[in-house]
């Protein structure tokens, strides 16, 4: 497995695979922004165009997991554009393919995330995930820090209106 910083603008194929697997993630019921693998794959593919223009723009970064030429995970990390926010980022669409779960590899892409934001000079990371997940777990076995819940944050696959758990890293190591 290699993880590799993405470039813009990203390839066709890079943005096929990356749709696919935002899709597999929302058919499993992943709350990263969409309620249907089916009807919202045209919209998932926008979603991946737009964040090519934003790699150019140097808005975010993301980094993928590759294994033979095909992405198996992802993970985005975002530089806070306010004046008063410029020591922070967040860490966004962290994906991991069914297929390759539970092989290290999020926490792999994690890492990459946490080193570049260093190498930036960020000091603090955030990220929200929905409570229910074993994302929770996950984030706080790396050392991230739950600050509090919103409940009825975001609406899932099913319908129902779920709370996500805000949390946080300090990077000042």
């Keep these: 497995m290699i993880i590799s910083r993405m470039t813009s603008p990203i390839a066709s194929e890079d943005l096929r695979q990356l749709t696919a697997l935002m899709q597999e993630a929302v058919s499993l ?3 990263i922004g969409y309620t249907d693998a089916t009807q919202q794959v045209d919209a998932m593919h926008h979603y991946w165009q737009q964040q090519s223009h ?3 723009e140097g808005n975010v970064q993301f980094f993928c997991a590759r294994v033979n030429d095909q992405i198996v995970g ?8 306010k004046y008063n926010g410029t020591h922070r980022g967040e860490i966004f669409k ?3 393919s069914q297929a390759w779960r539970r092989q290290g ?4 892409l994690m890492q990459t995330a946490i080193d570049s ?3 930036l000079g960020l000091k603090l990371l955030v990220l929200d995930t929905r409570s229910e997940d074993f994302t929770v777990k996950l984030y706080r076995s790396l050392g ?3 600050v509090g819940e919103i409940p009825h944050y975001a609406q899932s696959t099913s319908g129902e209106y779920q709370a996500t ?3 946080f890293l300090h990077l000042s190591r």
Excluded: F
């Design 144 to 146: 991230w820090i739950v």
């Design 117 to 119: 934001a260093i190498q």
């Design 74 to 81: 992802v993970i985005g990390l975002e530089r806070c554009g």
């Design 165 to 167: 758990t805000v949390m």
């Design 29 to 31: 019921g992943a709350s």
């Design 54 to 56: 934003a790699i150019t």
């Design 94 to 96: 962290l994906m991991v």
């Design 105 to 108: 590899i999020a926490k792999k």
